[in-house]
């Protein structure tokens, strides 16, 4: 199946996906480690069901030097040797921030403690921020059908600048 609807060949799309790729740039400029960064936008892509966003910060984490055993196992995370705590932490509170509407009680108390353990303010801020984000562009890709299998690494780089 085709998208839907192409949102990359529409002129108001384009401009929310602008400002949309400024706000993921800060998250990007943080202190958060960058391999957190796509190990969360994974997990949180794999329980959305979001092909494109999945075969996007595959090929990115890849292109940055993430050892491909480690991406295989993001989904199995719990039982998994292959994570720092400090990751567990993070993939976590994705896995929750991504579930709201399965648990009543959202991010639980648990989790937050174990990110407030491994990440200071800035980090938490940017994590916080990427659960969000990368929600959101979930729901973009999924609404419209993007499929997966065409991104190519740092193929949006220039044309968000």
């Known amino acids: ?15 929310f996906f602008k400002r949309f790729a400024n706000a993921g740039l800060a998250i990007q400029q943080s202190p958060l480690p960058k391999s957190t960064q796509e190990l969360v936008s994974l997990r949180a892509s794999q329980l959305n069901g979001c092909g494109w966003c999945i075969d996007m910060h595959v090929k990115e984490a890849v292109a ?7 991406l295989h196992l993001v989904a ?10 400090a990751e567990q932490a993070a993939l976590a509170l994705a896995e929750e921030g991504t579930r709201l509407a399965d648990a009543a009680q959202g991010v639980s108390d648990e989790t937050w403690a174990q990110v407030r353990k491994h990440y200071d303010d800035d980090q938490v801020a940017a994590l916080v921020c990427l659960v969000a984000l990368i929600n959101a562009a979930n729901r973009l890709a999924v609404i419209v059908h993007q499929k997966g299998g065409s991104y190519q690494p740092g193929m949006f780089a220039a044309a968000f600048d």
């Not at 940055?64 to 480690?70: A, S, T």
């Not at 199995?76 to 705590?85: G, L, Q």
């Open 1 to 15: 199946m085709d998208a839907r609807f192409n949102m990359f060949d529409n002129e108001t799309a384009m401009k």
């Open 64 to 70: 940055g030097g993430e050892d491909p055993v480690r």
């Open 76 to 85: 199995a995370w719990r039982e998994s040797t292959v994570f720092t705590e």
